[in-house]
């Protein structure tokens, strides 16, 4: 049985064909490449990837997060169709609410389509809730976006939720024949 080492990591211009490529499978191209060189080089915007290795380097899922004030707008959040279901999701969101609590954020929101079933389970696992629902918000085919929103970034006992949810991710993974290299920030 082969292991992969699966690493959470800061993404730069040296992975934008993959990142476009994730994009492409998962959004059927949402952002053109300008957009996401100016997230890479925006000091208020984070881009990280989850990375298999040794076999070759492959970024297998993305996600992006605005720090504006004290909040965090998760923007983008894609795991690539091949490797969806094995935690890799949750990883990706952990590492943006790791994000956020170390910049001091205060709360973090998003917005999803309201037939997004996978992603509003995931985010209600960490502890988002629905704020409120813009009307007709997509306009591919009208549908309504849900908004999310999760508050308490920044209470004492979050560092040790996102320790939890660490160790639970990990064990996930594992099933899946991956090993999380912890190293991240
Ligand atoms: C949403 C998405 C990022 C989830 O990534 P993933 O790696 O498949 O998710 P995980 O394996 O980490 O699963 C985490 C949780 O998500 C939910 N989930 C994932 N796939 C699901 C599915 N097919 N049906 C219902 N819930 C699902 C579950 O709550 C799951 O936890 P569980 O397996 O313990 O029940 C992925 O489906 C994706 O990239 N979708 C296309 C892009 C997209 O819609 N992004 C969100 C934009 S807001």
Redesign the pocket.
């Given at each position: 049985m082969n292991i992969a080492n699966l690493e959470l990591q800061h993404l730069n211009h040296s992975h934008i064909s993959m990142i476009l490529e994730i994009d492409r499978a998962?959004?059927g191209g949402l952002w053109t490449i300008e957009a996401y060189q100016r997230e890479l080089d925006s000091p208020n915007s984070d881009i990280i990837g989850v990375i298999a290795t040794p076999s070759s380097l492959s970024l297998l899922?993305i996600a992006c997060v605005w720090s504006i004030l004290e909040e965090a707008h998760?923007t983008?959040?894609?795991?690539?169709?091949q490797?969806?279901?094995?935690?890799?999701?949750?990883?990706?969101?952990w590492g943006l609410l790791q994000i956020a609590h170390e910049r001091s954020l205060e709360r973090a929101t998003?917005?999803?389509?309201a037939s997004?079933?996978?992603?509003?389970?995931?985010?209600?696992?960490f502890g988002f809730q629905t704020a409120g629902r813009r009307k007709r918000y997509y306009q591919d085919n009208g549908e309504d976006a849900l908004i999310l929103w999760r508050g308490d970034l920044q209470r004492p006992h979050f560092p040790q939720q996102l320790d939890q949810w660490q160790d639970s991710?990990r064990d996930?993974l594992r099933v899946y024949h991956w090993h999380l290299i912890p190293e991240f920030g």
């Amino acid at each position: 049985m082969n292991i992969a080492n699966l690493e959470l990591q800061h993404l730069n211009h040296s992975h934008i064909s993959m990142i476009l490529e994730i994009d492409r499978a998962c959004f059927g191209g949402l952002w053109t490449i300008e957009a996401y060189q100016r997230e890479l080089d925006s000091p208020n915007s984070d881009i990280i990837g989850v990375i298999a290795t040794p076999s070759s380097l492959s970024l297998l899922g993305i996600a992006c997060v605005w720090s504006i004030l004290e909040e965090a707008h998760i923007t983008i959040l894609a795991v690539h169709p091949q490797y969806q279901g094995q935690g890799l999701g949750q990883l990706l969101l952990w590492g943006l609410l790791q994000i956020a609590h170390e910049r001091s954020l205060e709360r973090a929101t998003l917005e999803v389509r309201a037939s997004n079933k996978a992603a509003i389970s995931l985010y209600r696992k960490f502890g988002f809730q629905t704020a409120g629902r813009r009307k007709r918000y997509y306009q591919d085919n009208g549908e309504d976006a849900l908004i999310l929103w999760r508050g308490d970034l920044q209470r004492p006992h979050f560092p040790q939720q996102l320790d939890q949810w660490q160790d639970s991710i990990r064990d996930r993974l594992r099933v899946y024949h991956w090993h999380l290299i912890p190293e991240f920030g």
